[in-house]
T-cell receptor
């Protein structure tokens, strides 16, 4: 079916606000990942889910960032008290048991 | 941590030309992927290639894991090949976590 989808495609917010970014993985993929890409850089790992649980959240930059995947499918990345330095493209990817990662189109977050 | 270096950082080609992109990594890895990020930002999975050679149309990739490098070949380049090419490796101790290089920015001119 369809690939990984992410909403919104663009989000502009003010410093200090709360934002939620959504990811719909490829159907049947048990693994889900969030990455962040700054301008001119490669993506950087944030968090990995296997099923409903966060197997590794070591890439989250601080406790303002949190992600959930309550039913083992859709995931939401939540950012509290946004800062200008949070501006980036947030990428979601999913993976089958083996065979590499498949990325969504990303959400471009701009914090003014 | 593991370092992933890509070369060249920038490349300009005339349509129809061939090119080779290189990825060096500093430690043993479980796997390696090549991605193309198009001008709209979409990352497209090109190859999942821990070792050996794979081909897909005008693209092919070779990974020599024992020497810690991978090569991406683009033949008869087209303007639609423009974008950024990323190499990403999976560390041995956390195979789900990709470490990306900084990319090769390719522009193919008509």
């Amino acid at each position: 079916g369809a690939g990984v989808s992410q909403t919104p495609s663009n989000k502009v917010t003010e410093k200090g606000k709360y934002v939620e970014l959504r990811c719909d993985p490829i159907s049947g993929h048990t693994a889900l990942y969030w990455y962040r890409q700054s301008l001119g850089q490669g993506p950087e790992f944030l968090i990995y889910f296997q099923g409903t649980g966060a197997a590794d959240d070591s890439g989250l930059p601080n406790d303002r960032f949190f992600a959930v995947r309550p039913e083992g499918s859709v995931s939401t990345l939540k950012i509290q008290r946004t800062e200008r330095g949070d501006s980036a493209v947030y990428l979601c990817a999913s993976s089958p048991t083996a065979g590499g990662l498949f990325f969504g189109p990303g959400t471009r977050l701009t914090v003014l | 941590g593991i370092q992933v270096e890509q070369s060249p950082p920038d490349l300009i080609l005339q349509e129809g030309a061939n090119s080779t992109l290189r990825c060096n990594f500093s430690d043993s890895v479980n796997n390696l992927q090549w991605f193309h990020q198009n001008p709209w930002g979409q990352l497209i999975n090109l190859f999942y290639i821990p070792s050996g050679t794979k081909q897909n149309g005008r693209l092919s990739a070779t990974t020599v894991a024992t020497e810690r490098y991978s090569l991406l070949y683009i033949s008869s380049s087209q303007t639609t090949d423009s974008g950024v090419y990323f190499c990403a490796v999976e560390r041995m101790d956390s195979s789900y976590k990709l470490i990306f290089g900084s990319g090769t920015r390719l522009l193919v001119r008509p």
